[in-house]
């Protein structure tokens, strides 16, 4: 298994409130993303990271911003929660044109 | 752009049936990679297979198969006997060349029942 964790692995949080989603990975990586899954749309990216400091936008980004200071860790924050960013959000490594490996998921809910 | 199809929601079969998932895509891109990933009840995500654009050779691993058809432009699947560990949402995605992401199915929901 691929060494990714997530942390919270679950949080209910109040609209308008700030949440930072945490990934780290063993792997050493260099790419890393942001997902989010819901019931319909299979999984969306959010973000992705092309190295220390290098992101950049995926299909979903609205609401949402990533750091990435260290190669291990991704971060993503929702600035202002919505009921709408109620979500599971996994986070993944892998290589263009290759699979990619996903971390265990983390269930947020936003009241 | 890239869109993944699966027009199946939600398979339900006895245990020992054989089961076959659709998976249609859309791409310009003329080399790509297409994937099958598993969600059982617990909810991680288990990577199965990944498949280029210019292997069109059928894939078998255990009770698992592959077809691939670019004249089609499908990627199905098809679980042979099936048992009720097999239960889990199944994802089709696809990745255009230097693509960053995976696109995503909306997945299918098997059911196997004893």
């Known amino acids: ?111 | 752009a890239q869109k993944v199809t699966q027009a199946q929601t939600e398979i339900s079969v006895v245990e020992k049936e054989d089961v076959t998932l659709d998976c249609v895509y859309e791409t310009r891109d003329t080399t790509y990679y297409l994937f099958w990933y598993k969600q059982p009840p617990s909810g991680e995500l288990v990577f199965l297979i990944r498949r280029n654009s210019f292997d069109e050779q059928n894939e078998i691993s255990g009770r698992y198969s592959w077809n691939f058809q670019k004249s089609t432009s499908s990627f199905n699947f098809t679980i042979t006997a099936s048992q009720v560990v097999d239960s889990a949402v199944y994802f089709c995605a696809l990745s255009g060349f230097n693509d960053y992401k995976l696109s995503f199915g909306a997945g299918t929901t098997v059911t196997v029942r004893a």
């Not at chain 1, 202002?80 to 269930?107: D, N």
């Open chain 1, 1 to 111: 298994d691929a060494g990714i964790t997530q942390s919270p692995r679950h949080k209910v949080t109040e609209t308008g409130t700030p949440v930072t989603l945490r990934c780290h990975q063993t792997e050493n990586h260099r790419y890393m993303y942001w997902y989010r899954q819901d019931p319909g749309h299979g999984l969306r990216l959010i973000h992705y990271s092309y190295g220390v400091k290098d992101t950049d936008k995926g299909e979903v980004s609205d609401g949402y911003s990533v750091s990435r200071s260290k190669t291990e860790d991704f971060l993503l924050t929702l600035e202002s929660a919505t009921s709408s960013q109620t979500s599971v959000y996994f986070c993944a490594i892998g290589s263009t044109g290759y699979e990619q490996y996903f971390g265990p998921g983390t269930r947020l809910t936003v009241t």
